[in-house]
């Protein structure tokens, strides 16, 4: 049977799932945690990359940081999508396949399900446990959805499991997680979705556009602490999976804008001079010492359009929400 196996038949409740769901697990192409500390932890700028994030705790804050109005991006979104969708619709056209990396909870989706009438979707996220949640209660609200979720680390490779429809395709990838690929990252991994939607295809696409610094600044701090939690969960995680013996209190949330990058960065500071054990490993922290968690790269929309030809997708509209703070992109396979 390969990799990929169907292993879901019932929701977390139990109940049974239209059989037009499946859930497909591919853990070949998860890199584990426990490489990514012992290389990021060893390097002189320590680092772990984002996907580590979305555990499924990680998931859940994620969640509650979209409902926090200093996080602009759900909003503005959802305002595009939801004044666009029978413009999308008639752009992109019904009975698509549409796939969507980082899915998450899938609240985006929802809103462009009843126009767009997909074929069939895939939503595709590294939190396995979460994914079989969200993608379940999907599967019961639209009993008329042919779903295959798949567990998967879209950062290492897009490939999809057996059994999709054929047809035309449409990679849906809203939020701002293409900011988390450096620029040469975003055009690679923009190559890699215009060779998987193929000819005829389409990307929708969302993408954060640059604005005042400190916009951005509160976005990534927002007041009741839910970010630094979730960036604090990353350490808690390794605690939990690695039986390390970090104690999470020694260490800080730091969010800033990076303007002559043209990037937020987020960092794990070391409050003190410290040693954490990890998998066996012994790794020194300094005190004021940084892991670099996250960056997430902004755009204006001319920089965006200009990275997806250099990617192989011609751009076709893009649309701002009220407030001109995010930018919703659909584009095409450019023609050979």
Same mark, same amino acid.
């Given at each position: ?6 292993c +879901?038949?019932?929701?977390e ?8 769901f499946?859930?497909?697990?591919h ?15 060893? %390097?002189?700028?320590k ?5 580590y ?6 998931s ?5 940081i979209c409902?926090q ?15 666009? !969708? ?12 549409v ?9 985006k989706?929802?809103?462009l ?7 069939a979707?895939v939503p ?7 994914l079989?949640?969200s ?10 959805l ?13 490939? +999809?499991?057996?059994g999709?429809p ?6 849906f ?6 900011g988390?690929?450096?620029?040469d ?8 979705v ?5 000819d005829?295809?389409?990307?929708l696409?969302g993408v954060?556009?640059?604005k005042d610094?400190?916009? %951005?600044?509160?976005?990534?701090n ?12 990353l350490?808690?995680?390794i605690?939990?999976?690695l039986?390390?013996?970090?104690d999470?209190?020694?260490f800080?949330?730091?969010?800033f804008?990076?303007?002559d ?9 070391s409050?003190?001079a ?14 004021g010492?940084?892991?670099?968690t ?12 200009? %990275? ?6 011609a ?6 929400d ?10 095409r396979v450019?023609? !050979?």
């Open positions: 049977m390969g990799p990929w196996a169907v +879901l038949s019932t929701d409740r139990g109940h049974a799932l239209s059989n037009r499946s859930f497909h697990d853990h070949d192409h998860v890199t584990s945690l426990r490489e990514a500390v012992a290389r990021g932890f060893s %390097l002189d700028l680092q772990i990359p984002p996907r994030f979305y555990d499924q705790a990680g859940r804050l994620f969640d509650g409902t109005p200093e996080y602009y991006v759900p909003d503005a979104e959802r305002e595009i999508l939801q004044r666009r !969708a029978a413009e999308i619709s008639s752009l992109v056209g019904q009975g698509a396949v796939i969507e990396p980082g899915a998450g909870n899938g609240a989706i929802r809103i399900l009843d126009t767009l009438r997909p074929r979707y595709m996220d590294i939190s396995g446990d979460y079989r949640e993608a379940g209660r999907l599967a019961g609200e639209y009993p008329w042919e779903i295959h979720a798949c567990c998967t680390d879209f950062t290492q490779g897009l490939g +999809l499991p057996r999709i054929q047809g035309r395709r449409l990679v990838f809203p939020g701002s997680s293409l988390n690929f450096d620029p990252e975003a055009a690679d991994f923009l190559n890699q215009a060779g998987l939607v193929g005829g295809g389409s990307v696409i954060d556009i640059k610094a400190e916009i %951005l600044d509160a976005a990534y927002d007041r009741l602490g839910l970010t630094a939690a979730f960036n604090l969960n350490l808690e995680r605690n939990r999976e039986g390390a013996n970090i999470v209190s020694q800080r949330h730091h969010a804008y990076n303007a990058l043209g990037r937020i960065e987020m960092h794990l500071i409050r003190c410290q040693v954490v054990q990890v998998d066996g490993h012994r790794y020194h922290f300094s005190e010492e940084a892991i670099h996250e960056s997430s790269y902004k755009y204006a929309p001319a920089e965006f359009q200009a %990275l997806a030809r250099r990617s192989g997708l751009p076709v509209r893009y649309w701002l009220s407030r001109g703070l995010f930018s919703v992109h659909l584009l450019s023609e !050979a």
